[in-house]
Structure formats: structure tokens, C-alpha cells
């Protein structure tokens, strides 16, 4: 059995007296689709954010690529990561958040060449060229030059796509990347994760309110409720025949509210 | 009357040392801010500490002061001695530099969080985000109040007439006991004065213009 990409133990994250995450575990396997879905507030937004050094974690230990995340030995002791070591592992991970967060002064095209330049060395031709073969995936090879603020919400987001797969993330974390969208422009997101999903190797965790395609792209669904993990299983199982209670009964009012699960 | 193109070369010289003294202080002015600006922000706890007493101190003392303190007080420490023109240089940077600062704190402080995730979701090192995310997007902020101080940092020069530096106004001050004409050395001056600042003002509007290109429907 290969080793787990991603391995959470015991994680714990409070804001003041706010516990959000409660003694969390779980493994990820390297090319494995998850979905975290659940109620808001129920912590998953935050794992997202933890694996992405957005926050600082309050307790327990994760490990991504065979290291620690938050962690790194020094002299032979572990000690709590420094911002060099948070560099070098962001190079696995890459995300793409709800409010797109594209760089409204760069062109498209910069958006998406600009770290591979900067981070990675790459020369500006070779960055460029590839920058334009990813906004040709996404399906916006005409927009290279326009500014973020001439795009739609969708475009924004498909952008914000190119601009994550630019670096080459092992790991890749969608954050509700839909949930800004008008309901017009979510499909042509969708659209291009699907392919993502199906094309490439990538590890992939979702959050999302999009039951309908958490089930059609995700090898393992995690439901979550107060910073915990009350089901999980595959897609068929956890939307046809969830076993908990908290499970069921989040399935019923988002199929109340009209959606496909 | 017949020598006041005389009078008016000497009131011109004293225009030009108050151009020098402008361009000079505001170059000097907007280095400190951004070093003292970027220090208020800082990690690390000296350096805001430092930053904020110096702003505290240069905001809350009267820029008079200030130069009679680097013109007549420095030299008595034995450390240096500045001529009249950098007395009133260090003065004027340094006074105009501590509210500019503030400036750069808060324009920078007013980029979205969105832009500093953005940033370490694509691995930018802390100086990279600072040099190509955050300050080109809080430039266009502190422009039109950088294009006041400049203005501001324009009509205080005339205090380095005290320390007897022959700016524009300590010139016009000289025409009128030489002719006893009051009226027109002091209407020479404010043409001038009002000349230049809206020069300032034209070229900063212009600056703005260009870098705020491609911002338009962001703010």
C-alpha cells in the first residue's frame, strides 16, 4: 500500500474560545478525489485553509508528501515550522478559492505566468507559452490579454484554475469555488474540474454545496459536522444510503431545497 | 521701478532654490515614508517601535522647530554641521516623510486579505508579495494624498527663509526693503508659488493615471 499523500492526526484548530476542529484524523491517497461536504461552520472551509498555511493550527500534526506541514526538525528535535520550511512545502499544494482572488492589476495571461516566473525560475517565453496552453484547456485562449475586471465570474474562476495548475501542484483544494457564481456560470466551472478529475492524476479535496457533482467527482465523500467527521464513504453510499442520523438529515433539507444529490 | 527686472531675477533665483528644495525634501520625503511606513507594519517589534516614535515625534513637533533643532542644535554635538540647504532638506523630508508614512501604512493595510492568500496560494516569498501584489495595488491609494504633502512639503520651504537660506521668499522679503514696494514682490511670489503646485499637482494627477490603468471597476 502506497503511503498516504496527505496524513491528519489528531488536528485541532480553535479561534479564541471557538473550537472549529475537534481531534480530527484522516489519510489522503495520492491521486484520490475527496468531497468534504456539510452543514457551514462545520470546520471543512478551515481544513482547506490549514493545508494551504492559511491558518495556523492549534494542535496535532499534519503531514503532506511525507513531511510535516507544521512542523520541522531542528537539531534533532521537532520544532514548529519556520516560513522557509511553510515555502518549500506550499510547492505541493495549490488552491483556488470562492472569491477567485485573481491580482486585479495583472493581465490574465500575468496571472497565471507570474509565479512560475517568480517561484519556480522559469524563464518568461517558456511560462508564457504554457500559461496560454492552460487558458486553452480552460477554454479562454481569447482572454489572455483582458483584464481580471473584463471577466465574468465564471472566466474569473477558470483563471483562477489556470493560475493554481500553473505550478504543478501535487494537491490541488477547491474552496466552495462555485458558491460566488451566478447559477448561469457554475456548469462552465464544473465543466473544466470534471476534466481535471478525469485527466490528471492530481489529488483533489473539495468543499463544496454542489451535492450533484461531489457525487459525480469524488472517489470519497467526508461529511462533516462541528469540526468532525460523522460518515464517510463512497459517493453512492454516503448520498443513497447514509447510515447517521446528522448525515440523513443534512441530505434531506439540501434535496428539500431542490437539489440533485 | 526701472531696476525691477533686477528685482525680479533676484525673486526668480530664490524660485529656483525653492524647486530644489522641493524635489530634494520630496525625494527624501517619500524614501522615509515608505522605509518608516513598511517599519510600522513590520514583524519584527523594533523596528515598529522605531518607526512609530519617529512619526509620533516629527508629526508632533512644529517643522520651525525641527529646523532650528538640525541647524543650530546638531552642530553644537560636534557630529556635523549642515549647510543651510540641507538643514532644510533633512527638515523638510524628514517632517513631511513621518506623514507620508502613515499613508504607506494605511494604503498597504487597505489591499484585501483575498490578495495576501492569493499570494502564499501560489508561493510568493514575503518580499515578492510586497513587490508585485501588494505595492503596485497601494500605489494608486497613496497617490492623491502623496500629491498633497507634496504640496504641503511646497508652501512650508518658505521656513528656511529663518535660517536665512535665500528661497523665494526670503528673495521677496529683500525686494521689498530695497524698494519699499510691498505689493509686488509678494503678488511675484504667489503667481509662483501657485505656478508650481499646480505643476505638482498636474504631473501627480497624470502619475495616477497610469498606474491605476487596468484598476478601473476594482474601486
Not at chain 2, 31 to 47: E, K, M, N
Not at chain 2, 128 to 137: D, E, G, W
Request: glycine residues 8%; hydrophobic residues 45%; contains cysteine.
Amino acid at each position: 500500500m502506497d503511503q498516504p499523500i496527505i496524513r491528519i492526526q489528531n488536528l485541532r484548530k480553535s479561534f479564541g474560545t471557538l473550537t472549529v476542529i475537534d481531534g480530527l484524523d484522516f489519510d489522503v491517497m495520492k491521486g484520490e478525489k475527496l468531497a468534504l461536504i456539510g452543514p457551514s461552520g462545520s470546520g471543512k472551509t478551515t481544513i482547506l485553509r490549514i493545508l494551504m498555511t492559511l491558518e495556523d493550527i492549534s494542535g496535532g500534526r499534519i503531514e503532506v508528501c511525507g513531511e510535516p506541514l507544521y512542523h520541522m526538525t531542528k537539531n534533532g528535535a521537532e520544532v514548529p515550522a519556520d516560513e522557509a520550511h511553510l515555502h518549500k512545502m506550499r510547492r505541493h499544494i495549490g488552491m483556488v478559492f470562492q472569491h477567485f482572488n485573481l491580482f486585479p492589476h495583472k493581465s490574465v495571461l500575468q496571472n497565471i505566468a507570474m509565479a512560475p516566473i517568480l517561484t519556480k525560475g522559469e524563464k518568461r517565453p517558456d511560462a508564457e507559452r504554457r500559461a496560454r496552453e492552460l487558458l486553452d484547456m480552460v477554454g479562454l485562449a481569447d482572454k489572455a490579454d483582458y483584464m481580471p475586471s473584463q471577466l465574468s465570474g465564471g472566466q474569473k474562476q477558470r483563471v483562477a484554475i489556470a493560475r493554481a495548475l500553473a505550478l504543478q501542484p501535487q494537491i490541488m483544494l477547491f474552496d466552495e469555488v462555485t458558491s460566488a457564481l451566478d447559477p448561469e456560470l457554475v456548469e462552465e466551472v464544473l465543466e473544466v474540474m470534471k476534466r481535471l478529475a478525469n485527466e490528471t492524476d492530481m489529488t483533489m479535496l473539495l468543499v463544496t454545496h454542489e451535492m450533484g457533482f461531489a457525487h459525480d467527482f469524488a472517489d470519497r465523500v467526508l461529511f462533516f459536522d462541528k469540526g468532525r467527521i460523522v460518515e464517510q464513504g463512497p459517493p453512492d453510499q454516503i448520498f443513497t444510503a447514509p447510515q447517521e442520523d446528522r448525515t440523513k438529515s443534512f441530505l434531506r433539507k439540501i434535496i428539500a431545497a431542490g437539489q440533485r444529490v | 521701478m526701472g531696476d525691477w527686472s533686477g528685482y525680479l531675477t533676484l525673486i526668480l533665483q530664490g524660485a529656483w532654490v525653492t524647486i530644489k528644495l522641493t524635489l530634494m525634501g520630496s525625494a527624501l520625503a517619500l524614501v522615509v515614508a515608505f522605509v518608516a511606513g513598511l517599519g510600522r507594519i513590520s514583524r519584527r517589534a523594533a523596528l515598529r517601535w522605531l518607526s512609530t516614535a519617529y512619526i509620533e515625534f516629527f508629526r508632533g513637533t512644529s517643522i520651525f522647530v525641527q529646523l532650528f533643532w538640525i541647524y543650530f542644535v546638531l552642530p553644537m554635538t560636534g557630529l556635523w554641521a549642515p549647510t543651510p540647504m540641507q538643514a532644510g532638506v533633512l527638515a523638510l523630508g524628514l517632517n513631511v516623510g513621518a506623514y507620508g508614512a502613515e499613508v504607506v501604512r494605511g494604503a498597504i493595510l487597505a489591499v484585501p486579505r483575498d490578495q495576501y492568500e492569493a499570494c502564499i496560494a501560489v508561493n510568493l516569498t514575503r518580499f515578492q508579495r510586497m513587490r508585485h501584489v501588494i505595492l503596485p495595488q497601494a500605489l494608486p491609494l497613496m497617490l492623491p494624498t502623496f500629491g498633497n504633502n507634496a504640496i504641503e512639503l511646497l508652501k512650508a520651504t518658505s521656513v528656511v527663509s529663518l535660517i536665512s537660506l535665500a528661497d523665494m521668499t526670503f528673495q521677496a522679503q529683500v525686494v521689498r526693503s530695497q524698494t519699499g514696494n510691498t505689493l509686488l514682490p509678494f503678488v511675484t511670489i504667489l503667481v509662483l508659488y501657485f505656478a508650481m503646485s499646480s505643476v505638482l499637482s498636474l504631473a501627480i494627477r497624470s502619475y495616477e493615471r497610469r498606474v491605476t490603468r487596468g484598476l478601473d471597476g476594482v474601486r
